[in-house]
């Protein structure tokens, strides 16, 4: 079945370093993929979106590139900021269903 | 604008009691998918109701059900509960034409005991 496995963390860097969280998925038809981020005290947020191989998604200085070749959408950041401390989720929809890899924890120190 | 809102917040219910959780869409949303996240898991998807209307689930038993009302707010019923019931219960609501545009609401925390 579909699925999706992400990066396992925690992951630690200090600020204005830069950011990868990898990503790959297993799909059988053409699925949307998305990342997802939870800061600490709140609820899933929608961080970024692409909906078709070769589109990048972006979003408060965040990228993915949806890469059908590999199957990945790896998460990038040039410079972390310490406000990103968060668990970042990767996801995929596909024909209605939706599916979640097992976040990964960002810490980010001054 | 209200965002996804869900209640209660959280619940304490006994091994083989049946519970109920209410979730009310953002407005302008039309759809709405309901998750059982385990503690350091990610979100697993249960089902997603469309006009009044289970339009797919996932690998959840038949002790997990649904409803949602005509004005789009949503219950998840579970019955017979278990210890390994115990989750944070997450609702999201979606527009129709768009339904991979999920806002999450704050989700109800369910232990059983």
């Known amino acids: ?110 | 604008d209200a965002g996804v809102t869900q209640s209660p917040t959280h619940l304490i219910k006994t091994r083989g009691q049946q519970v109920t959780l209410r979730c009310s869409p953002k407005s302008g949303h039309d759809t709405v998918s309901w998750y059982q996240q385990a503690l350091g898991q990610g979100p697993q998807f249960i089902f997603q109701y469309y006009e009044e209307e289970e339009r797919q689930r996932g690998n959840f038993p038949d002790r997990f059900s649904g409803h949602q009302f005509p004005n789009y707010s949503s219950e998840l019923n579970v019955n017979a509960l278990l210890l390994g019931d115990s989750a944070l219960y997450l609702c999201a609501s979606s527009p129709g034409t768009r339904g991979y545009e999920q806002y999450f609401g704050p989700g109800t925390r369910l232990t059983v005991t």
Not at chain 1, 69 to 94: I, M, N, P, R
């Open chain 1, 1 to 110: 079945g579909d699925s999706v496995t992400q990066m396992e963390g925690p992951v630690t860097l200090s600020e204005e370093a830069f950011l990868t969280i990898n990503c790959t998925y297993t799909a059988t038809g053409y699925p949307s993929l998305f990342w997802y981020v939870q800061y600490p005290g709140e609820g899933l947020q929608l961080l970024l979106k692409a909906t078709k191989a070769d589109d990048k998604g972006s979003n408060k200085g965040f990228e993915a590139t949806y890469r059908k070749e590999t199957t990945s959408f790896h998460l990038e950041k040039g410079s972390v900021q310490v406000s990103d401390s968060a668990v970042y989720f990767c996801a995929l929809s596909s024909s209605n269903q939706f599916y979640f890899g097992t976040g990964t924890s960002l810490t980010v120190i001054p």
